[in-house]
């Protein structure tokens, strides 16, 4: 797995390089894609489903059909509608501005997640779920500064947070090639979460990143 690339700035879709490292973090940990980097409750996708997003990154097939774009782009605002026409009565219901922001997250559409996560941000600034997410949206535009800002506010409000140390060490290491830096996230992360199911594996990438390091 490569460990140098950087996020590119590209803010409509995620890159192959992203795609892979996210899927491969989540194949090889055995846990899933949204609870290695969503800080709120959202379905979960499965491993099948992660090695799709590597076909997806890649230009690979593993012999599930590609979503329509256009289908995607309907169904994604059709559901966003009504909550839409909620804010408009109510511009500052917390709940509604995260579901929204959830929607757009969920249909990779992230700048527009990142309107929505930076509105319910400024009414609940201390809230370690959606600071979580917003940080995410923003690694997924390319912006590993502002996406490791967030993810040190959560930690602020909630210290110790799994999915965000774990996030944030990615993130230092893909977006920063920061090894050293994942690797004081992810120490931490087994520090304070003993029972972390995934120790194990997650200590094997910490050996990684710690030979990453040492070559320079």
Known sequence: MTTTNLASTRQDSWTSTQA???AAFCLVLG????YLFRGSASPPVDAAAAANTVAQGTGTQTGAAQPDPQQQKEALDKAVAPLLAGLQTNPN???TLVKVANLYYDGQQFPEAIKYYERAVSIQPKNADVL???GTSFWYTGNADKAIEEFEAALKYQPGRASTLFNLGLVRWQGKNDPKGAVQAWEELL???PDYPEKQKLQEFIERAKQHAAKG
């Open 20 to 22: 892979y490292v996210l």
């Open 132 to 134: 979580t997410d917003y």
């Open 31 to 34: 846990v899933a894609l949204g």
């Open 191 to 193: 520090q304070k979460n």
């Open 93 to 95: 219901d917390f709940d």
